[in-house]
């Protein structure tokens, strides 16, 4: 048997090497040529795979995969007839691949330093690496249309690579065919996971709009390019366009997955603001949360970044006008975050709420003071004692009509009461408020 590298670690060392960096890229992936499954157990190859033969090594746990080929089977990512034997060659493996900067290899005993290595590369892969160009290898691309979101995804990860014309012409027609209104959910999910978290994530979007699937997949984004805001708060006056410049400063910022879906989302409901009202878009953070519920249902998203986008829709505006408030109103709107439970996501949603602040023409650099301020009065909530507050209201004559039998839901709503109250003088002392 032969074994080589390919994919993503044999493209990251040649982009490495012509910046003179370090290979970003840790994972390494196997193509075995020549084997059978029986003769990679035989070597102690543990079998992995359950849809084609894949297996781990038996030192380092790395995936090896026998040369194979595909046929679609179904429509969208429904299904895929694969073959693997000893006859399928390496060229045969690499012409399946998604992207030619995808479709290069090198032998195994060159593994160590791909990039100084004999390259196999069948189909240009290097030259458009050098080109900065993403480009389908071959009309199999078509076959599966995970393939549009992977291109949109690599585009959020190198933001000075071009689609090749020919590539974006094959994914609008893919899309203009249905091939995407056949993708799985989990599938969708994943890779807008991963192209969230790339370094300009806009770029993802700005792909799939390009070819048509944005509206196919998430609709609620897609409608929010065209649409005005007021140019006193919106210098950039396209809500698609401050969308992309949040998901942009969400990755500048560093922030996690659930903060950048948040970003993604806090603004959905400006796209079913009635014409008649427009620039204005009141009401839009109820609608937003409406709209939030119907795409998480559609593509699984997970609970934690579910949760947070609904915080961050329904209370941005709230957290960005928080200067204003009096002590009472802050307390609410801690309790309406769950902050006072749950401070560690409290600090997410403030992060989501400054890109959106600072995702704006002409805002980039600008301070967000609202976190500091909201901390500290989420700092001084938390520090009232509530086991004290509810032991002194059991006391006998705690009550107006202390010989009167009390019911648990109204004590508990008399401690409730109490704790509130108590917070909102501890926020107004700390800010040197009058108590409300």
């Known amino acids: 048997m032969d074994i080589y590298l390919v994919g993503g670690a044999v493209r990251d060392a040649w982009m490495a090497e012509g910046a003179n960096a370090t290979p970003s890229h840790v994972d390494r992936d196997w193509v075995v040529v020549g084997a059978t499954p029986q003769a990679m157990q035989d070597r102690g190859f543990l079998p992995v795979g359950r849809?084609?033969?894949?297996?781990?090594?038996?030192?380092?746990r790395e995936e090896y995969a026998l040369a194979r080929t595909?046929?679609?089977?179904?429509?969208?990512?429904?299904?895929?007839a694969f073959h693997a034997d000893p006859s399928v060659t390496l060229e045969d493996d690499l012409a399946r691949r998604d992207l030619t900067i995808n479709a290069m290899a090198v032998a195994l005993g060159d593994a160590d330093d791909p990039a100084r290595a004999p390259l196999i590369d069948p189909h240009g892969g290097l030259s458009d690496l050098r080109a900065r160009v993403l480009r389908h290898v071959t009309h199999a691309f078509a076959e599966d249309p995970v393939r549009i979101l992977r291109v949109a995804r690599f585009a959020a990860r190198f933001p000075d690579f071009s689609v090749a014309p020919d590539t974006q012409a094959l994914m609008r027609q893919m899309v203009d065919d249905g091939e995407v209104d056949h993708l799985v959910p989990e599938?969708?999910?994943?890779?807008?996971?991963?192209?969230?978290?790339?370094?300009?994530?806009?770029?993802?979007?700005?792909?799939l709009r390009e070819c048509g699937a944005l509206v196919?997949?998430?609709?609620?984004?897609?409608r929010l390019w065209g649409v005005p805001q007021r140019a006193e708060y919106h210098p950039e006056i396209d809500t698609g366009v401050h969308l992309m410049m949040v998901l942009d400063m969400s990755a500048r910022l560093g922030a996690g997955l659930p903060v950048r879906f948040a970003c993604l989302c806090h603004d959905l409901g400006k796209g079913t603001t009635?014409?008649?009202?427009?620039?204005?878009?009141?009401?839009?953070?109820?609608?937003?949360?409406?709209?939030?519920?119907?795409?998480?249902?559609?593509?699984?998203?997970?609970r934690e970044s579910r949760e947070l986008a609904d915080v961050v829709a329904r209370e941005h505006g709230n957290i960005h006008r928080s200067g204003d408030l009096g002590a009472a109103a802050l307390v609410r709107l801690l309790?309406?975050?769950?902050?006072l439970r749950r401070p560690e996501r409290f600090v997410e949603v403030l992060l989501a709420c400054e890109c959106d602040a600072r995702g704006r023409l002409g805002h980039g650099e600008n301070a967000y003071p609202q976190s500091a301020r909201l901390l500290g009065v989420l700092a001084a909530a938390r520090s009232v004692d509530t086991g004290e507050i509810a032991r002194?209201?059991?006391?006998?004559?705690?009550?107006?009509?202390?010989?009167?039998?009390?019911?648990?839901?109204?004590?508990?709503?008399?401690?409730?009461?109490?704790?509130?109250?108590?917070r909102c003088r501890a926020v107004a002392q700390s800010l040197n408020l009058e108590p409300s």
């Open 274 to 302: 009635p014409a008649d009202v427009l620039p204005r878009h009141i009401g839009h953070e109820e609608r937003s949360a409406r709209l939030l519920r119907g795409v998480c249902d559609r593509w699984r998203v997970p």
């Open 392 to 422: 002194a209201a059991q006391q006998p004559g705690a009550h107006p009509d202390h010989n009167a039998q009390v019911s648990a839901p109204a004590a508990g709503e008399r401690i409730a009461h109490a704790i509130h109250q108590a």
């Open 216 to 222: 196919r997949l998430l609709p609620e984004v897609d």
């Open 51 to 60: 849809d084609f033969p894949v297996f781990l090594h038996p030192e380092t």
């Open 335 to 339: 309790e309406r975050c769950d902050a």
């Open 70 to 80: 595909e046929r679609k089977t179904a429509p969208g990512y429904q299904g895929f």
């Open 187 to 207: 599938r969708v999910w994943q890779e807008l996971s991963r192209g969230l978290m790339e370094q300009r994530p806009s770029r993802m979007f700005e792909v």
